[in-house]
């Protein structure tokens, strides 16, 4: 608390209280979270992807109400229904993805900022106001050069500086570095020190360990809606931080069982690989852009053998998408080798790799997995709809095969719909994910690629997902599973990879890993620290 | 206890929503044409007009008797399938407004069939070729620069109609004239019209033609794998792709068919359209002009199914045959114009839920406007009580 200026009782500047938020597909992104904001002082929200970071900074921000709760000040309870009432209030918020129009001028874009209808555009007055503030703050940006021109370094400086111009006391910043050089990280938290230091509050959004302590004075961790930990930096230490950010042993899973009638799952399901086996899906030196041309995966290498479950855990972002994608025929990796027995499948139609025996289960099950207006029928086809089962002469689709295959699938995977012909928007998010891994079982493939198989499930349809899983690795299958749900991958893997900024920090059997390590490794901690 | 209270609250919105966008597509059909009958009554009202005595005449000029019948019929034949052209494309994603244009090149085409003399039925067939020929390669061009240079096919498509229709003019004046009456093009020859199908009146075989590829594009395109993997790359371009399926060559197939049924309705006025069986160069191609544009709102109406275009075309038809009755009746002689402000109304109409959709400011504000009043209601007991 010492180096800390310390905040008074009551010197409080915002003060969130209660806040639970559902949103209206009925998720609970937060419970009950009430947190603190003083003057003088750098917080680090820390959590994991879905922890409800981004929704109470929203929310304190003006961007979304809170369903229940409310936000305070010591002038009393404020409530924006606009981001510029929040920010007429005095607090500002950098996006991840930045807010610029590329073809203005930094100048121009701060301008843009202060505009309302019909109000007379202030250039001059603009400029001036920012090379003082420029002075000022030493962020150094050049005014007369459309932003898109600029580094991605230097576009988050003119975000900074649009939201500085307005005077704010509260500075939220989401994921900032994640763009930036080290270079560029260290001026980053050198500016954030100054302005704290000049009374202005801020809050820090990541998921690195490490920055979180360099920079912060106080860490809260967010875990599944829930506050779990608002601790002095200087008390924190990078265990406990791992351990409060991923959480404490397979809660829900416990909870699932007793549930279910379903016998006890197979925790620590992992066994000894035959190495000496086949290998099926073989990936050398893979390096893949992601959408923003930046590496997304870089130089990776791994193998997946008959009969194997290879997790890949992570927090969501570091690549995993991407390497999911350049694997299914979906992204045109920049260069690598990947096969699956020995046949190329980089840089090929996904028809083509379907063909070897690849099964997908997509990361975003509404936008790749599913056609949401199709029928349950014509969703149980889609990429196999070319089969000589489905499609007969002059490529007329067999309709009736077509059903009773669909009818094997309900019963057999369990999808409860009114029927073959009911569409697929009208299942629940459960059963349009045992829709999917039905069809892309069904497929009998060799390789499995399954991408957040089980994310947002309820948890009897999870249990049955894995457990299908496991089945499918019984019968040989190689199983690619890539989770950020980190007890999946520890209790149903058996070697994971850690995946940080694009690379494997370690693979390895999950028996070596403890969460405290993994925690660790996920936020980039390299230091090889033994822990009992 | 208050998540799941909130939880409830949401469930019970999310069924009020889905019961409002959930209105049967037909019934959204039939409400927007009752509205724009309706908007069209309260215009003739103020204008002095009796809408019973003209809606009277206009039902009564469009299915009043089979001579009435066949004019409307014979008036749906090109509608159906220029609808047919903006609904393919539709379904596979693309917004294709070219029918008007390529259905120009198509009749063009069908009339240079004059120069050459072939028994009937393979002459019908030749012209048939010939327009969907034309009509197809006309809208390859737009759909090429779209897949390959990434032109929005909605301003080429725009643009080909204009090159289109000049050029069309141009032919039919100076190239194709009959040299005995300037004001129009040489006359398909007899081995090549479509018989009549109900005598002394308009309607020609030609409606098998409309009806035949409506119900193959039904078959295509629920039926076979090419018209699944059409839908599925019109729907979700993405899954498509997962899907393994090509949407760059689903587009281009789709455009190709469009082509195909805008060319086809091109021939089928030409070739199926008494008493002069030419287009008519002077006044500006009059029997072709705008029959792509109103395809487009008979494929909104029909929701862009062939079925349903089929009925909508026939509405629309009707609605065109009725009008020139309208505007002689009697003592309420209404005119043709209003016709097109009932369809004008009916098409917009129609597009309120859409643009709804389209508009996500227009709910937001919607929503806004709800939450405002929500907290002022519930504001004001709370003051009281502080």
């Known amino acids: 608390m010492s180096e800390v200026k310390a905040p008074s009782e009551n010197g409080f500047f915002l003060r969130a209280e209660r806040i639970t938020k559902v949103y209206s597909d009925g998720t609970v992104a937060l419970k009950e979270a009430s947190l603190e904001i003083h003057p003088h002082e750098i917080i680090g929200l820390l959590g994991e992807n879905g922890a409800g970071k981004t929704t109470l900074t929203k929310i304190l921000s003006g961007l979304l109400p809170p369903t229940r709760g409310r936000v305070i000040s010591p002038k009393g309870a404020v409530r924006f229904s606009s981001p510029r009432e929040a920010f007429d209030f005095g607090i500002g918020m950098v996006h991840q993805h930045f807010a610029l129009v590329g073809m203005f001028t930094a100048a121009e874009n701060v301008a843009l900022s202060f505009e309302r209808p019909f109000s007379r555009l202030q250039l001059t007055k603009t400029i001036e106001d920012l090379e003082a503030l420029m002075e000022e703050s030493g962020l150094q940006v050049p005014l007369d050069v459309p932003v898109e021109k600029l580094s991605v370094g230097e576009q988050q400086r003119v975000e900074v500086l649009k939201v500085l111009s307005r005077d704010v006391d509260l500075l939220i910043l989401d994921e900032p570095t994640s763009v930036l050089t080290p270079l560029e990280v260290d001026e980053l938290f050198s500016l954030l020190r100054r302005l704290r230091d000049a009374g202005k509050s801020i809050i820090l959004i990541t998921h690195k360990l490490k920055e979180v302590q360099d920079v912060t004075d106080r860490i809260v961790i967010l875990r599944q809606g829930e506050i779990v930990g608002d601790v002095q930096t200087a008390e924190a230490t990078t265990e406990r931080l791992a351990q409060l950010m991923v959480g404490h042993a397979m809660k829900q899973e416990v909870d699932a069982v007793e549930l279910s009638d379903h016998e006890l799952p197979v925790r620590k399901t992992h066994k000894a690989v035959d190495r000496s086996g086949r290998s099926i899906l073989h990936v050398e030196n893979l390096t893949a852009r992601g959408n923003t041309r930046d590496i997304a995966v870089d130089d990776v290498s791994f193998d997946v053998y008959a009969g194997e479950i290879f997790g890949i855990a992570g927090v969501e972002g570091n690549g995993q998408s991407e390497l999911v994608e350049s694997l299914t025929g979906l992204r045109v990796p920049t260069s690598g080798i990947a096969t699956i027995n020995g046949a190329n499948i980089l840089g090929v139609d996904p028809r083509q790799i379907y063909r070897l025996g690849v099964a997908h289960i997509p990361e975003d099950r509404l936008e790749l997995g599913l056609v949401l207006p199709f029928t349950l029928a014509e969703n149980a086809i889609l990429g196999v709809h070319r089969w000589k089962e489905f499609r007969g002469a002059f490529s007329i689709l067999k309709w009736r095969s077509i059903n009773q295959h669909v009818r094997e699938l309900m019963d057999r995977f369990e999808i409860r719909a009114a029927g073959p012909n009911a569409p697929a928007k009208s299942l629940s998010g459960g059963n349009q994910q045992k829709l999917i891994v039905g069809r892309e079982l069904a497929k009998d493939p060799a390789v499995i690629v399954a991408a957040q198989p089980t994310r947002g499930l309820d948890i009897g349809s999870a249990y049955y997902i894995r457990q299908t899983l496991l089945d499918m690795r019984g019968k040989g299958r190689a199983i690619l599973l890539v989770s950020a749900d980190l007890d999946e991958v520890l209790a149903y893997a058996d070697r994971v990879a850690i995946m940080y900024e694009g690379k494997f920090m370690e693979v390895c059997s999950p028996d070596e890993l403890n969460r405290e390590r993994v925690g660790m490794l996920m936020g980039g901690v390299t230091a090889a620290r033994e822990i009992a | 206890m208050s998540i799941k209270e909130a939880q409830q609250q949401s469930r019970l919105l999310r069924g009020i929503h889905r019961t409002l966008t959930g209105l049967h597509p037909v019934l959204e059909s039939l409400i927007a044409a009752l509205v724009g009958l309706l908007v069209g009554a309260i215009l003739m009202y103020t204008w002095g007009f009796d809408p019973w005595k003209a809606y009277f005449a206009l039902i009564q000029g469009a299915y009043g008797g089979s001579y009435e019948w066949a004019s409307s019929l014979s008036r749906a034949t090109p509608l159906i399938l220029t609808a047919l052209t903006f609904s393919i494309c539709l379904r596979a994603g693309m917004f294709n407004i070219g029918a008007e244009g390529q259905m120009y090149m198509g009749a063009i085409a069908a009339v240079c069939i004059t120069y050459f003399t072939l028994p009937p039925g393979l002459h019908h067939i030749v012209g048939l070729i010939f327009a969907a020929t034309v009509g197809a390669a006309w809208s390859l061009v737009p759909a090429a620069l779209k897949l390959m240079r990434g032109v929005s096919e909605v301003i080429s498509t725009i643009m080909f109609n204009w090159i289109a229709r000049w050029m069309a003019l141009y032919l039919a004046i100076y190239v194709l004239v009959d040299p005995m009456r300037a004001e129009k093009t040489l006359s398909i020859p007899l081995t090549a019209r479509?018989?009549?199908?109900?005598?002394?009146?308009?309607?020609?075989?030609?409606?098998?033609?409309?009806?035949?590829?409506?119900?193959?594009?039904?078959?295509?395109?629920?039926?076979?794998?090419?018209?699944?993997?059409?839908?599925?790359?019109?729907?979700?371009?993405?899954?498509?792709?997962?899907?393994?399926?090509?949407?760059?060559?689903?587009?281009?197939?789709?455009?190709?068919?469009?082509?195909?049924?805008?060319?086809?309705?091109?021939?089928?006025?030409?070739?199926?359209?008494?008493?002069?069986?030419?287009?008519?160069?002077?006044?500006?191609?009059?029997?072709?002009?705008?029959?792509?544009?109103?395809?487009?709102?008979?494929?909104?109406?029909?929701?862009?199914?062939?079925?349903?275009?089929?009925?909508?075309?026939?509405?629309?038809?009707?609605?065109?045959?009725?009008?020139?009755?309208?505007?002689?009746?009697?003592?309420?002689?209404?005119?043709?114009?209003?016709?097109?402000?009932?369809?004008?109304?009916?098409?917009?109409?129609?597009?309120?839920?859409?643009?709804?959709?389209?508009?996500?400011?227009?709910?937001?504000?919607?929503?806004?406007?709800?939450?405002?009043?929500?907290?002022?209601?519930?504001?004001?007991?709370?003051?009281?009580?502080?």
């Open chain 2, 194 to 386: 479509f018989p009549i199908l109900v005598p002394r009146t308009d309607l020609s075989y030609g409606i098998f033609v409309s009806i035949a590829f409506a119900l193959f594009i039904y078959f295509l395109l629920w039926h076979t794998t090419t018209g699944y993997e059409l839908r599925a790359a019109g729907l979700n371009p993405s899954a498509a792709r997962y899907g393994g399926i090509r949407t760059k060559r689903t587009m281009f197939l789709s455009f190709i068919l469009g082509g195909i049924a805008a060319g086809l309705a091109g021939a089928t006025i030409v070739m199926g359209l008494p008493p002069t069986y030419a287009i008519y160069g002077g006044g500006g191609l009059p029997q072709l002009l705008n029959m792509g544009f109103d395809g487009m709102a008979v494929a909104m109406v029909g929701r862009n199914h062939p079925i349903g275009i089929i009925v909508a075309a026939i509405f629309f038809g009707g609605l065109n045959a009725g009008g020139r009755v309208m505007q002689f009746y009697g003592s309420n002689p209404v005119p043709l114009e209003m016709v097109r402000v009932v369809m004008g109304a009916i098409v917009l109409a129609m597009s309120i839920p859409e643009l709804i959709r389209l508009f996500p400011m227009a709910k937001k504000g919607g929503q806004n406007l709800i939450r405002s009043l929500r907290r002022t209601t519930r504001s004001a007991p709370e003051e009281e009580s502080a």
